[in-house]
């Protein structure tokens, strides 16, 4: 039979609901939890969907084997899932998510965002914290909108993304994958982009004022940016200054072409 109840609990109270072993009928409960503003809680959920909506609190939030969805979250956010995909909305705090294996969604978040899966596609966008961090073991990247730095790799997947308005330092790597950056970035002094295999493009009216350093073990190099100073070329090589060259601009493939338009 259906049945609800209510459980109250005090600050600090760990409360457990589970079924015992036997030849009953397996236990299947939905729990709701209403915490108070400003509250910290820690959530585990081992089979299972988990959402959170519209909560002022800092979350950590675990399982086994379940899916996550968190949407109008005000507070920091920690996530992980064994197996389970992660969906984030309209955050307003610093998050940490990680997956085995699951894909991550991510929009309109306004804290640092540090995303790792083993296995799983990364995605999203309007990503304005101060810091981004993505690790893939197998699974392709796609943001845009993204204001601020960058620190991104994976083992093998693509990385995409468009709209963005990169900052110092930004350094991205793929094992077998192409890398494609495309929007403003003309504050991005000093990068390091690096594929084992696969392609690297670079798209913008606004390059960055770098001194370049390109080279790519099997591959073209296709500079179509203007106003490339001091320039020095070979089959698979290529430097150059643009404007004041405050910083170097690394980019290197093992295999692959390097495009810059």
Do not use: C
């Amino acid at each position: 039979p259906n049945a609800s109840q209510v459980l109250e609990s005090k600050p600090g109270e760990r409360v457990r609901i589970y079924s015992r072993h036997g030849d009953g009928v397996p236990l299947y409960v939905d729990v709701a939890v209403k915490l108070p503003a400003g509250a910290s809680a820690d959530l585990t959920n081992h089979v299972g969907f988990i959402k959170v909506l519209a909560v002022k609190n800092d979350l950590s939030l675990h399982s086994d084997s379940g899916d996550m969805q968190a949407n109008k979250l005000t507070g920091n956010l920690n996530a992980d899932t064994g197996s389970g995909d992660i969906g984030l909305a309209d955050q307003d705090g610093a998050v940490v998510i990680r997956t085995g294996s699951g894909d991550v969604k991510a929009s309109n978040v306004k804290g640092s965002l540090n995303i790792h899966t083993g296995s799983g596609d990364i995605s999203g966008g309007n990503i304005q914290g101060d810091s981004l961090e993505t690790v893939t073991g197998s699974g392709d990247v796609v943001l845009d909108d993204r204001t601020g730095s960058l620190n991104m790799r994976a083992g093998s997947g693509d990385i995409h993304l468009s709209d963005i308005k990169a900052h110092p330092g930004t350094t991205i790597s793929t094992g077998s994958g192409d890398i494609t950056l495309a929007g403003d970035l003309s504050g991005m002094e000093g990068f390091d982009l690096h594929a084992g295999s696969g392609d690297i493009t670079l798209s913008t009216s606004q390059p960055p004022p770098v001194h370049l350093d390109i080279s790519t073990g099997s591959g073209d190099i296709n500079m179509h940016w203007s106003g490339v100073n001091n320039v020095t070329t070979s089959d698979d090589s290529f430097s150059g200054d643009i404007g004041a060259a405050k910083a170097v601009g690394k980019i290197h493939t093992g295999s692959g072409d390097v495009t810059l338009k």
